[in-house]
């Protein structure tokens, strides 16, 4: 991107050890507007993080619908994208299945500003 205003970001799994960091980080990014957290159960954001947020959705992340609602009310510039399994070794399709809601959604003309960045802890540590 090589617009220098203040962005704003959604970030999808923000309630994950992952989305946590990444709520943190962009708190501390000049670049960096508004940070809105998305996720299944709002009341796992300790309030630290909390108070890091512009607004926090409740969705869920295998939802074009939930998304598409979270990046239209947040006026998101950029998505990233953090869900997973946590310590879980039970077989999920959260990854495969918000890859491809977020995909339908970006598919559609007004959302073609949208700039989407994948991050993933898969394979860190004992994973």
Do not use: W
């Amino acid at each position: 991107m090589t617009n220098s205003s203040p962005l704003s970001i959604l970030v999808i799994g923000a309630s994950g050890r992952t989305g946590l960091e990444i709520l943190r980080q962009l708190s501390q990014d000049t670049r960096t507007k508004e940070v809105h957290a998305f996720c299944r159960d709002p009341a796992k954001i300790p309030d630290q993080h909390k108070a890091l947020c512009q607004s926090i959705v409740k969705g869920d992340a295998r939802s074009s619908d939930d998304i598409e609602r979270a990046i239209d009310d947040s006026n998101a510039q950029v998505v990233i994208v953090s869900v997973g399994n946590g310590d879980s070794v039970a077989k999920s399709d959260v990854r495969t299945a918000s890859a491809r809601a977020l995909a339908r959604i970006m598919e559609k003309p007004q959302y073609h500003h949208v700039h989407a960045l994948v991050v993933s802890s898969t394979g860190a540590g004992t994973s």
